[in-house]
């Protein structure tokens, strides 16, 4: 249950000083691409705040969105964020089982009305009335709703939670839908991957404890600190696309030099996500550093979009043209605008 | 006087760096490129808006399969600070910073790039390909607005507007 000390005293007596959480309020919020005075700020909502009572479900998932948020480098304090956050309810975390932990469930949504965070990782089935996912004797779409209801955000972490992801893959026989899909009346802020990068999952909940409110979002509700830029954009095998230097399969010369993977499926291109630039278990490496192309997994339907070692070509790729004519001018100008944008760093980032 | 010949000397160096990364690119697209599929046959390889800034090269490159925006040592400026293929290098451009990935090419030497668009496939006309690189450079060299002061750092500091410009205090919190 949430109790009434502040994050900085917990911090305190788990022997944190206060330097070293500024010093990690600054480091989250230099990935979040926030200018050093509000990660200030951030550091001192974040000491001042009360512990947040988060509500986790997991319906049609996998458990790897779980393994991956509990396996960040520790010990650090985004593991410590979990003695910040109250975790009133997660099927695979939790001590206690059946009615205990579904009261418990009941008391943090009294308790904390209209205050707690709902994270969900998992699709919810849909046909046969939702008879393919079940807990407690209820639908996942039954304790969804009722568990949302007076919630303050819901987080969708993981591509199943966020777009349906593997469960709704053609031919989707459960009738799988994103959350997304379902909640219309709270923001829900996904965090899409598969699994999705530590840091995006405990950065946006670092931010939603600090400042009461959801981040900036892209068109798929993706927080843009971490899903602004294209994972090809950012690749550092970026300089072999451009020299046209491609491995043609995965032993060739081309790949044990690094060339670039596009020509054996790469979804770097269409694929918004920070693995090139954060990377993964404490920034060692990412899939294609690894010498695999990106499964493009925190796009929506990845699954279904022609195989893993297809290249890209202008079929998939989009479909807009830019066309000349009278339009020309005023077309150009603001894709234009919005390329470049799309990389500028805040100009309140800087200093 | 002296200012412009050098200014001139600039600007005709920068334009010939251009010249010159065009020329490489249209190797490596003719060697390389000409039958994947990730190069778009409707484009041709041109170099836009070359010019010295005063401290370096600065350009687009348009290819059949990417438009970066280039920065380059100028052959009358100073070299860039050292670092290796494939890490970031961080560069201040008019309209804002930028992070770019520096690379090499064969016969040339350090170029670091910034993606606008890869692969091509949005357009299908060269002259709307230029257009396009032609008003991202436009965008690049053009000042933001200047911004007011940032407030002091004191609990009156207002987040949001500081955050996104909106002048939201008071407000409740999320939407």
């Given at each position: 249950m949430a109790d009434q000390k502040t994050l900085g005293e917990r911090l305190a007596e788990h022997g944190v000083s206060r330097r070293a959480f500024v010093k990690y309020a600054s480091w989250l919020g230099s990935l979040m691409a926030l200018p050093p005075a509000t990660s200030r700020a951030m550091a001192a909502e974040l000491a001042k705040a009360k512990r947040q009572s988060v509500i986790w479900l997991s319906f049609q998932e996998c458990t790897g969105c779980t393994e991956a948020i509990t396996r960040?480098?520790?010990?650090?304090l985004e593991d410590l964020i979990f003695d910040f956050?109250?975790?009133?309810?997660?099927?695979?975390?939790?001590a206690v089982s059946g009615e205990a932990i579904e009261e418990a469930r009941h008391a943090a949504m009294k308790e904390n009305k209209g205050k707690y965070v709902v994270i969900v990782d998992g699709s919810v089935p849909m046909k046969d009335g939702g008879i393919y996912s079940t807990t407690a004797g209820h639908s996942n779409y039954d304790t969804l709703m009722e568990t949302v209801k007076d919630a303050f955000a819901v987080i969708s972490v993981g591509t199943c939670a966020a777009f349906g992801g593997i469960p709704k893959a053609n031919p989707n026989p459960t009738g799988a839908v994103s959350i997304g899909d379902l909640v219309k009346d709270k923001p829900v802020i996904n965090i899409p991957g598969c699994p999705p990068i530590p840091e995006a999952m405990t950065g946006t909940v670092a931010y939603l404890l600090s400042f009461g409110k959801v981040p900036e979002l892209d068109h798929l509700g993706r927080p843009k600190a971490f899903f602004g830029e294209n994972i090809h954009d950012r690749c550092y095998r970026r300089p072999f696309y451009e020299r046209g230097q491609f491995a043609r399969g995965f032993d060739d010369e081309g790949a044990r030099n690094g060339w670039c993977l596009y020509e054996v499926g790469c979804k770097g291109p269409t694929t918004y996500n920070a693995c090139a630039t954060m990377k993964w278990n404490g920034g060692v490496s990412f899939p294609i550093q690894s010498g695999h192309g990106c499964?493009?997994?925190?796009?929506?339907d990845f699954w279904d979009k022609g195989g893993f070692y297809v290249p890209l070509s202008a079929s998939i790729g989009p479909t807009a043209k830019l066309v000349g004519g009278a339009a020309l001018a005023g077309a150009v100008a603001g894709v234009a605008a919005a390329a470049v944008a799309r990389h500028r760093k805040s100009s309140l980032n800087k200093g | 006087m002296a200012t412009e010949i050098v200014e001139e000397a600039r600007t005709a160096a920068a334009i010939a760096v251009g010249e010159r990364l065009a020329r490489l690119y249209g190797d490596i697209a003719e060697r390389s490129m000409r039958d994947l599929p990730v190069s778009n046959p409707k484009l041709r390889v041109e170099a836009v808006g070359f010019h010295d800034d005063g401290v370096r090269v600065v350009g687009i490159v348009v290819t059949p399969w990417f438009m970066n925006v280039v920065i380059a040592a100028s052959p009358l400026g100073p070299a860039p600070v050292a670092a290796p293929p494939g890490s970031t290098a961080t560069h201040d451009l008019p309209s804002g910073t930028y992070d770019f990935v520096v690379g090499e090419i064969a016969d040339f030497g350090r170029l670091d790039s910034l993606s606008l668009?890869?692969?091509?496939?949005?357009?299908?006309?060269p002259e709307v390909a230029r257009a396009t690189a032609e008003a991202a450079m436009a965008e690049l060299r053009r000042a933001p607005e200047p911004q007011p002061p940032a407030p002091k750092e004191?609990?009156?500091?207002d987040r949001r507007a500081l955050l996104f410009g909106r002048p939201a205090r008071d407000e409740a919190p999320g939407p």
């Open positions: 960040s480098k520790g010990p650090t956050i109250s975790l009133d309810y997660h099927h695979t975390l939790q499964l493009g997994c925190s796009e929506p | 668009f890869s692969p091509m496939f949005e357009f299908d006309d004191k609990p009156v500091l």
